[in-house]
C-alpha cells in the first residue's frame, strides 16, 4: 500500500500566529501533493495542487499569501496558515499520488486547525 | 471543468438492506472513477476505483459500482448493509489526463439502525 502521515493531527493557535502541517509519503515518491479543506459536515475542498520542485497551483479563491504550500523533496509537503485567523479553523487533509499509483491518491489522516 | 454531484445527502437504512448511492459527472473526456469512504473519526479511505476495462468494479466490503458512460454515472451499491458500513461515502473523478487533480462530490452520509 501507500501511506501518507500529516504532523501535527491537533493545533490550537492564538489568532494573528502561523501554523505549520506537513504532510509526508512514507513509502514512495509523491511527485504531487495535494492539500484540501474540510469543513464540518461538508466535502472536502482542493485547496492546491503542489508538484515536486515547483510553485503550487491554487485553487480559485484560496488566497496563495494566506496559505504557503513548499514540497521541497519528494516525500514531503508543508502547509503553513499565516497570520491564522478564527474563520481558518477547519480539518486540512493532504493526499500525495506518484509515479505507479495509476492516478490515485493517498490520503493522510489530516489536521484539525483550531484558532482561538 | 468538472464537477460531480450525489444525489443523496443523507440515506437512512435498517440493517440487510441494499444501498445504492447516486453519483453523477460531468465532464466530456476520459475519466477515473472513485468512491470513498470515511468512517467516523478516520481519515478517507478508497473503497473502489474505475479506470478502465468491465465497468462493473468491486471493492472492498461488498461493494461495487456500475460506470455507465452514457449517464454520466458512477453508482455504488451494496447488496446488504450493516451496522458498520455507517460512514459518510464521496465519490470523485479525476480527467485521465495525465494529471491528479480529483474532484469531490459532496459526500453522502449513511446511518445504518442496528
Known amino acids: 500500500g501507500a501511506v501518507v502521515s500529516q504532523h501535527p493531527s491537533r493545533v490550537i493557535c492564538k489568532s494573528g500566529t502561523s501554523v505549520k502541517i506537513e504532510c509526508r509519503s512514507l513509502?514512495?515518491?509523491?511527485?504531487?501533493m495535494f492539500w484540501y479543506r474540510q469543513f464540518p459536515k461538508q466535502s472536502l475542498m482542493l485547496m492546491a495542487t503542489?508538484?515536486?520542485?515547483?510553485?503550487?497551483?491554487?485553487e480559485q479563491g484560496v488566497e496563495k499569501d494566506k496559505f504557503l504550500i513548499n514540497h521541497a523533496s519528494l516525500t514531503l509537503s508543508t502547509l503553513t496558515v499565516t497570520s491564522a485567523h478564527p474563520e481558518d479553523s477547519s480539518f486540512y487533509i493532504c493526499?500525495?499520488?506518484?509515479?505507479?499509483?495509476?492516478?490515485?491518491?493517498?490520503f493522510g489522516p489530516g489536521t484539525r486547525l483550531t484558532v482561538l | 471543468a468538472q464537477s460531480v454531484s450525489q444525489h443523496n445527502h443523507h440515506v437512512i437504512l435498517s440493517e440487510a438492506a441494499s444501498l445504492e448511492l447516486g453519483c453523477n459527472y460531468s465532464?466530456?473526456?476520459?475519466?477515473?472513477l472513485f468512491w470513498y469512504v470515511q468512517y467516523p473519526g478516520q481519515h478517507l479511505q478508497l473503497l473502489l476505483k474505475?479506470?478502465?476495462?468491465?465497468?462493473l468494479v468491486k471493492g472492498i466490503k461488498g461493494f461495487e459500482a456500475e460506470f455507465i458512460k452514457s449517464k454520466f454515472s458512477f453508482n455504488l451499491r451494496k447488496p446488504s448493509v450493516q451496522w458498520s458500513d455507517t460512514a459518510e461515502y464521496f465519490c470523485?473523478?479525476?480527467?485521465?489526463?495525465?494529471?491528479?487533480?480529483?474532484?469531490f462530490g459532496a459526500g453522502t452520509r449513511l446511518f445504518v439502525k442496528a
Open positions: 493526499s500525495a499520488a506518484g509515479q505507479g499509483k495509476n492516478n490515485e491518491q493517498f
Open positions: 513509502d514512495f515518491q509523491a511527485t504531487t
Open positions: 503542489s508538484n515536486e520542485g515547483s510553485k503550487a497551483t491554487y
Open positions: 465532464y466530456g473526456g476520459t475519466v477515473n
Open positions: 474505475y479506470f478502465s476495462g468491465d465497468p
Open positions: 470523485a473523478v479525476n480527467a485521465n489526463t495525465g494529471g491528479f487533480k480529483t474532484i
